[in-house]
């Protein structure tokens, strides 16, 4: 199976092989095929934003430390209420409680300490993949300022997948997961030569879709992942490259 990612306007490819399973472990070509009035050039190819729980943990805290930031952020989510739900369907205290222990888990580099956040005075110091200061940032971010949580973390679940995302970057909706299945669904019933074909995902963003369907495709399947947005196409190939 092929991934091909292609920034729609500038019409060059950055196919992007499948690992082992769907991949071959190797990138091929990475270079223009063709050439359109607008110029095409790598230099300006974006770099994508590595995701919190991919990022070195090179930052440390002590967990009373860490207690006392999760303390901090605890009480901010539960003034929140049903304030953003009430008022345009936003999260609830519930959500946001959700939200801060996955930006935890995603933080330490060996989230089984979690449970000790519990107690008081704890010294022990523990690998972060952020420094305390950004975690109150980015957690003032999501309350004050209502930024989509996937930005603070720099990914979104999705199916079995955990792709990258950032700012300006569409996140991929669950209702989109049925696309995958639709695809499946086709293949099966009504003709597996399909899986010969080549398939186009037009406005990939994060690449959800198209690396969904690769992986129902097989190893001998073809699809070419399209974007207008260069950060998208970027985000896209990083996916596709890392999934
Ligand atoms: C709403 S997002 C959907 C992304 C993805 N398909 C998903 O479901 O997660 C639409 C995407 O289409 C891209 N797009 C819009 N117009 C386009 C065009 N004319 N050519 C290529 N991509 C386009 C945008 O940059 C954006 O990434």
Same mark, same amino acid.
């Given at each position: 199976?092929?991934?091909?990612?292609?920034?729609?306007?500038?019409?060059?490819?950055?196919?992007?092989?499948?690992?082992? #399973?769907?991949?071959? !472990?190797?990138? =091929?070509?990475?270079?223009? $095929?063709?050439?359109? @009035?607008? %110029?095409?050039?790598?230099?300006?190819?974006?770099?994508?934003?590595?995701?919190?729980?991919?990022?070195?943990?090179?930052?440390?805290a002590?967990?009373?430390?860490?207690?006392?930031?999760?303390?901090?952020?605890?009480?901010?989510?539960?003034?929140?209420?049903?304030?953003f739900?009430?008022?345009?369907?936003?999260?609830?205290?519930?959500?946001?409680?959700?939200?801060?222990?996955?930006?935890?888990?995603? #933080?330490?580099?060996? !989230?089984s300490? =979690?449970?000790?956040?519990? $107690?008081?005075?704890? @010294?022990? %110091?523990?690998?972060?993949?952020?420094?305390?200061?950004?975690?109150?940032?980015?957690?003032?971010?999501?309350i004050?300022?209502?930024?989509?949580?996937?930005?603070?973390?720099?990914?979104?679940?999705?199916?079995?997948?955990?792709?990258?995302?950032?700012?300006?970057?569409?996140?991929?909706?669950?209702?989109?997961?049925?696309?995958?299945?639709?695809?499946?669904?086709?293949?099966?019933?009504?003709?597996d030569?399909?899986?010969?074909?080549?398939?186009?995902?037009?406005?990939?963003?994060?690449?959800a879709?198209?690396?969904?369907?690769?992986?129902?495709?097989?190893?001998?399947?073809?699809?070419?992942?399209?974007?207008?947005?260069?950060?998208a196409?970027?985000?896209?190939?990083?996916?596709?490259?890392?999934?």
């Amino acid at each position: 199976m092929r991934v091909s990612l292609t920034r729609a306007c500038r019409f060059y490819t950055s196919p992007i092989t499948p690992k082992p #399973s769907f991949f071959s !472990p190797r990138a =091929i070509l990475n270079q223009p $095929f063709s050439s359109s @009035s607008s %110029s095409s050039s790598h230099s300006s190819t974006p770099k994508p934003k590595t995701p919190l729980f991919l990022k070195p943990p090179k930052y440390s805290a002590t967990l009373s430390d860490l207690k006392k930031w999760h303390n901090w952020a605890k009480a901010l989510a539960s003034s929140v209420r049903s304030t953003f739900a009430d008022s345009d369907n936003g999260p609830d205290s519930s959500i946001l409680f959700r939200e801060l222990n996955w930006l935890v888990e995603d #933080s330490l580099e060996d !989230p089984s300490l =979690i449970p000790q956040l519990g $107690f008081q005075n704890n @010294s022990q %110091s523990v690998r972060l993949r952020i420094g305390l200061d950004e975690l109150y940032g980015l957690w003032k971010q999501r309350i004050e300022k209502r930024k989509p949580f996937q930005y603070l973390v720099g990914c979104e679940h999705w199916r079995d997948l955990v792709l990258s995302v950032e700012e300006g970057v569409f996140i991929p909706r669950p209702e989109t997961e049925l696309m995958v299945d639709l695809v499946s669904d086709v293949l099966v019933r009504d003709n597996d030569g399909l899986r010969d074909g080549f398939w186009v995902d037009l406005g990939t963003g994060s690449g959800a879709i198209a690396i969904g369907i690769a992986r129902v495709l097989g190893s001998k399947g073809s699809i070419i992942a399209v974007d207008l947005n260069p950060l998208a196409a970027a985000v896209a190939a990083f996916n596709a490259q890392r999934i």
